[in-house]
Every structure is written in C-alpha cells, then in structure tokens.
C-alpha cells in the first residue's frame, strides 16, 4: 500500500499558515508530499519553508494561477487537480495548508487505509474536524461550521477537486474548468475514520487574518468587489467576544509546539466583554445560529441539522 500527500500553495508564509507544521504532521505515513506551489509575490518564503523540510518524499510542483480562468474560488480545485495529477499512491490524503493532524491518529489512519484497500467500493475516508479559533485555547463547534470532510480520496481519474477545494467528486468526462457544476457530478462513496483534522485556518494575529480573508475573498469574488467590501474596514480582525466560544480541552499535534509559542496576541482578543464586532456577523455569532446549535447539541445528542453532505457515508 502507498500512501501519496498532497496540498497546494501560494502566498502562504506571508499569511501565517502554518504549511510546515502541516506537511510534517503526516510526512511519517506517507510516501511522497507532492506541493503545488503557486507563483508567489516578492515578498513571499513559502517554497524556502518548504524546502526547511529537508525531505525526500516532498516534491514541488511549481504553477501559475489564472483567477479569470478559474473565477469564483475554482482556482483552488484546479490547483488540487494538478496536485493529484503528480501522485502515485493507492490513497491520496490531502491537507490544506492550515490544517494538522494530530500524531494520535496516524496510526489509526494508517491501518484504515490497509484495512479498506481491496474494498473498492470505498472511495474515500470521511475525517472529523475542529476547528481552532482565535487562539489555541478555543474551537468553533457552531452549527454552520463543518464538522466533517473528505480527506483521504482512491486514485482514480475521475475523481476531482470541487467547488473551492473543499471536497471531491466524481466528475465522468471532465472538461477541466466546472468545478462547480453538479450535472454530471457523482458523490464519493465513503467510510468513516476516527481521527480528526485540526484547522487552525482562524488563529492568526489579527493583522494577518484580515489580509488572509482579503486574499481568499479576492479568489472568490474578485479584486474590484473585495476592495469595495473592505473599504473602511480595520487592517485588524474583530474575532468578537471570545467568552463565547467553547475552550478546547485536549491536547495539540507536537509539530504545532513552536508555533504554538508564537502566540503573541492575547492583547488584541477581547476576553471579557460581550459586545457586537463591526464586521458582519458569522454564523456562529448569529442568534439563530446559535439557538439550532443549542438544539443539537442539547436536545439532539448531536445530531447536525440540514447539514452540507458532500458524500454517500458507507457502513464500514
């Protein structure tokens, strides 16, 4: 069994990702770490971080994204498309740049993979996920949030990258550009795997996240609406009232301990006052939001309402 990771990149050391963090937290299971590395501006390191690594299984492939070509966020799927492309393993596990895994579930992803191998009715692994916020201290476990994803996926040739790159699908006779339409598009039949995905894509200093949303906004909906959005705006992040937010009990993958020490803006999280942040609001900040997020979490045991599915989950 060969085990391929994979992910892809731009401009990622000048937005904190922790990217490093990210390859090294599964570099021990996998085979190869195939990179799509984006042409990056002056100003960026992300291939020197990379190459930090110092590893033979990592391989870059350099590219150049083309947003009028790709328009709406499906960049990041073409980019994932070209990742998979460069693989050569049964499995291909795919991690953006700010999601870890914890090194208590490689074990526990490893021998998943084996045990499911000659199922070929099994076309993906279906992962948890928590979602950091703010700090490393709290997550986001809101309705509207999502608590699971694809992650693991077979190498087949018809199974792509979709919409923004947050999942896959089975595409028959792709023609390398719709990303986003469902005709034509089957979902991944799937089996669960007991580990999570741990993304820290919301704990940044406040300066730095608000250039990432910026940036991503930018991908999604293009410059000219993305400069009229933020105008006026503060160059820092409101993460709003963190009294809100549920504190996070466990422990953290060890590859996140020196980035974790990093951590220098407490000053700039607001601890201690409710109040309403002058942004638009997040789901998980939204009355009604919360009110179903009571729901399920006290009344339904935990059972997601009207949740996004991208995926046909298999008894296995």
């Known amino acids: 069994m060969k085990i ?9 050391s000048k937005l904190y990702y922790p990217i490093q963090e990210s390859i090294l937290s ?3 299971i996998v085979d190869e770490f195939i990179v799509v590395l984006g042409k990056g501006d002056e100003d960026d390191n992300t291939r020197v971080l990379i190459e930090q690594l110092n590893s033979d299984k990592i391989k870059i492939i350099d590219t150049v994204w ?5 328009p709406n966020g499906t960049e990041n799927a073409h980019q994932t498309d070209i990742a998979i492309s460069h693989c050569s393993g049964d499995w291909l596990f795919y991690l953006q740049a700010d999601e870890v895994v914890h090194e208590k579930y490689l074990p526990i992803i490893e021998n998943r993979c084996k045990e499911l191998l000659e199922n ?7 992962f948890n996920y928590t979602h950091f916020y703010g700090d490393y201290n709290h997550f986001v476990n809101s309705h509207g949030w999502y608590p699971n994803e694809i992650r693991i996926v077979r190498n087949k040739p018809d199974i792509h990258s979709f919409e923004s790159a947050q999942s896959f699908r089975r595409i028959s006779d792709f023609d390398g550009k719709s990303y986003r339409k469902y005709e034509g598009s ?8 007991d580990a999570h995905i741990y993304h820290y894509g919301w704990v940044r200093p406040p300066s730095y996240m608000q250039k990432k949303k ?33 504190l996070f009990k466990g422990t953290h993958p060890k590859v996140m301990e020196d980035k974790m020490n990093d951590f220098t803006w407490a000053d700039q999280l607001n601890y201690d006052s409710i109040y309403t942040p002058n942004r638009p609001l997040f789901k998980h900040e939204r ?20 949740g996004f599915d991208n995926w046909e989950l298999l008894d296995i």
């Open 214 to 246: 910026k940036a991503l906004d930018t991908i999604h909906k293009g410059e000219e609406k993305v400069s009229q959005r933020y105008k006026g705006l503060s160059e820092d992040f409101d993460y709003g009232p963190m009294k809100r937010i549920p």
């Open 66 to 70: 083309d947003l009028n070509a790709f």
């Open 4 to 12: 391929s990771g994979f992910t892809f990149a731009r401009n990622v």
């Open 287 to 306: 009355v009604k939001y919360r009110l179903v997020t009571f729901l399920e979490q006290k009344i339904l045991g935990g059972k997601h309402l009207f």
């Open 186 to 193: 089957h979902k991944l039949r799937v089996a669960k795997v």
């Open 120 to 126: 070929k009715e099994v076309e993906g692994l279906l």
């Open 26 to 28: 599964i570099l021990p």
